[in-house]
């Protein structure tokens, strides 16, 4: 009997395992959005950060190119030493990761956002991010 429970046991981490590799395919998650959601999202961003080609600092740095932008790169803006340790660009990924849960996603963050648990949300939000150019 011991024997059948250790192979159960194995073949349940073994699911567990896979579910946990799994890839999140982003081109075809990006393949449908809808970008005039992706603004409405981003009106209660607006209060923190500013989405204009000024690049105004506010309480937050401004997203004005923040689609493949280095990430604490805006001068004029004091970020976390957890940001600041960050030193990758913010693509796709790394938005659609950090805007779900920003406090779990880079621990130390100074932004209080609790993030948008739902995938279209932020692939909508993402996409008209990646609009500002």
């Not at 395992?17 to 890839?23: C, R």
């Amino acid at each position: 009997i011991v024997p059948e429970k250790e192979e159960k046991t194995d073949v349940k981490e073994e699911k567990q395992n896979t579910l946990d590799q799994k890839k999140i395919d982003f081109k075809s998650l990006f393949s449908s959005v809808n970008i005039e959601k992706g603004i409405k999202l981003s009106k209660q961003c607006a209060a923190c950060h500013d989405f204009s080609r000024n690049l105004k600092v506010k309480v937050g740095p401004p997203l004005w190119g923040v689609v493949g932008r280095d990430s604490a790169i805006i001068s004029d803006f004091k970020y976390s030493d957890s940001l600041t340790n960050f030193k990758k660009k913010w693509s796709r990924k790394e938005l659609f990761y950090f805007l779900e849960k920003p406090k779990d996603y880079i621990k130390g963050t100074k932004m209080i956002y609790k993030g948008l648990s739902k995938t279209t949300d932020r692939v909508n939000l993402i996409s008209y991010l990646e609009s500002l150019q």
